[in-house]
């Protein structure tokens, strides 16, 4: 007997007969001898007729910090309706079930709204009900603030809500389905031979996460590693479900066979900024990064280039694509400050990674990747690296190219496609 | 300064335009200095979708009661969309506002969950809320019961919430903005010289509610009654509003001159059964209407007409429309311990009622309706009165004729079309 957690996603209860569907794959492990709660979003698309309405309802409002509590108030209610639902379609194949909304838990947050964090969770009233036998039904996404005003977490907020309920009742494992079976080493439509991983770290998940993978949230992730909380991702349209579906995200030292390289990843969402002779004096790079950090723009891959000059230097940066035009006007507008002389930008760029907790152990994963891009001619305009992870910014128009080729050179291929 | 309580109804917030109209009428009362808390009922047609949805999920299940408690938590949303969205209309355009779901209030309940009643309301938050000039926008039609579970008070009960809420926190008057505008002596579709009242006793009201008229809910009329509440009944749709509008529900001792008659109301949800030659002898009504009472069924005017026997006599009374095939089937199976020897029934009648808190000083009030109905060639088939009401049940098809008579008989016809 094990006490899970199952995080059910919009698509998975896009419908009564999805909910339906998920009311049976909760059956299946009540059956087994779980204690199952159940973390549920809205119904896919009710989250955005909600916001729809808020945004029609206070158009012409100049304080926005005000409408986030009665945007939560109104949005709160797409995961309200879900977790009802799903307790009426327990009960109705036999299995007990009650919903709970985030203020019956409760589920503390602050009062950050629209974007809160969980600060804790009563967990008394939810275990009384696993004892008794009784599924519960939790909306995600919501919680409630110290002035007893609901509070949602932002987009994907379930899955961290997932987590923590999951940390709060001591839950030995906390089950992700979603629209797709795992964690792939490589996005299966355009890497035909990527397989499935049966396992992947923390560190490697949290790598790929924030690296563009869109299957788990990195909040989530990071909640989950520091609890030492396993986590599995799993497919919701399987029936019926196989205990060995999916991929655990789990700490390193379960996972038997460290690869030097688990997965590769891309992000389109990237810009290059080249900012040419700067001068080359201490602080001049906190006065440009200082500038776009009170813009709100974030700044990744950083590479600051020896110049031919001793008294300048070549900067390149890469921001988000949709922060590009806002990062031009604002370095235009300080460019006496700065002291560069030409600005020049490119958003055709594309940021591929790999990433291993292998490659703390192996040596050459680098040249592999720099091996491996130069034999087809790639180009690479900036590299970063972590402990586990190497980046490099190269030409949009080898995205498919290089993700190919990088799988084949770290060994990932599937025997079959 | 005043406070009130305003109350809209599911078709006066159909729509972002309606709330904003809404949004309106409150800032009118706000900007005449008065402080206001209102309630609200779900965007109309939002809570029949969120019943569907219910009822598509628990297909299958046996157990009713579990059910209501998710019923409620699924459709208590809609009101609290509603409140939300209120809020932020209210914000748009200058005033203060924030939106209270049941619980938040809190509005307590029993736990009789899909038909709750209210216990207890603490008001010290709406009452702290309103002292700062914030409009308190409080979603109708739910509360919580002792086990934080929320429950919902049936169909029409945003009118209790807003009648229960200005009780508590010491409103001057409960305003219920409607899609009509105020209470008429009869149905203006039918009695075209019907006119608005501009005021009515709570006791005529209650009559007048359970007798037909659908404009207020009894429980929302008593409970105004016993607490002493007035409560004005005002169309939504006008604009700019005017504070003569309406009808103001009070005290008799309010109203200057009581008429004989105030309004004429009609129901055709009735049914006629006759049981003939039952045995005349003490106990045989307990037997026929604990029978019925058994089955649900509410009987309402009942007449036991003497027979030419001394032994056996005949009884008459009605049932709903609806109940009526169940009533004949329970009466059937019954014949040889009620003792009839034929049982009749008619669906083609309709009860016509006058009522007028002026009967109670007035003579001969009956004698009127009598004469009218039987000058027009009206037959009548059962009589029932209260100290404040006369009902009579006719043949159907003269429901119209039979109004119109009364309304001029009593003089209640308009000067003017």
Request: proline share 2%.
């Amino acid at each position: 007997m094990a006490r899970l957690v199952m995080k059910f996603g919009g698509t998975s209860v896009a419908s009564i007969e999805r909910i339906q569907h998920v009311a049976r794959l909760v059956k299946t492990e009540i059956t087994a001898g779980n204690e199952i709660a159940v973390v549920v979003s809205a119904m896919a698309g009710e989250t955005d007729r909600l916001i729809a309405l808020v945004d029609e309802a206070k158009a012409g409002n100049p304080d926005v910090n005000l409408d986030r509590r009665e945007y939560d108030a109104v949005v709160a209610t797409g995961e309200q309706v879900g977790a009802g639902l799903l307790a009426l379609a327990l009960n109705a194949i036999g299995v007990d079930a009650r919903s709970w909304s985030g203020w019956q838990v409760p589920i503390k947050t602050d009062n950050v709204h629209g974007a809160a964090r969980i600060l804790g969770i009563e967990n008394q009233a939810l275990i009384d009900g696993l004892n008794k036998n009784q599924v519960a039904v939790i909306a995600g996404f919501q919680g409630v603030d110290e002035f007893g005003r609901i509070a949602t977490l932002g987009r994907g907020g379930t899955d961290t809500s997932a987590v923590a309920i999951a940390v709060a009742i001591g839950a030995d494992r906390c089950d992700i389905y979603t629209d797709v079976d795992g964690i792939y080493t490589a996005d299966p439509r355009i890497v035909q031979r990527a397989h499935k991983l049966d396992r992947i770290s923390y560190e490697e998940m949290l790598e790929m996460a924030s690296l563009g993978a869109k299957v788990l949230q990195t909040r989530c992730v990071e909640l989950a590693m520091v609890n030492g909380l396993v986590l599995r991702v799993v497919s919701s349209f399987n029936e019926p479900p196989d205990p060995n579906d999916g991929t655990l995200v789990c700490d390193e030292d379960d996972i038997l066979e460290n690869l030097m390289v688990s997965g590769i990843t891309y992000s389109r969402d990237e810009a290059r900024v080249n900012l040419l002779q700067v001068k080359d004096q201490p602080g001049v790079a906190a006065i440009i990064f200082g500038i776009l950090a009170q813009q709100g723009i974030n700044v990744d891959m950083i590479v600051q280039n020896v110049s031919r000059s001793s008294t300048q230097t070549n900067m390149t940066f890469t921001v988000r694509e949709s922060d590009l035009d806002r990062s031009i006007e604002v370095l235009k507008a300080s460019q006496n400050k700065i002291g560069y002389t030409d600005l020049t930008s490119d958003a055709n760029v594309v940021k591929v990674s790999v990433v291993g907790i292998g490659m703390r152990s192996h040596t050459g994963t680098a040249q592999i990747m720099f091996q491996a891009l130069a034999d087809k001619g790639i180009n690479i305009q900036v590299i970063s690296t972590s402990e586990i992870k190497i980046s490099v910014l190269i030409d949009e128009e080898y995205t498919e190219l290089a993700l190919r080729t990088l799988h084949s050179a770290y060994g990932l291929d599937a025997a079959e496609v």
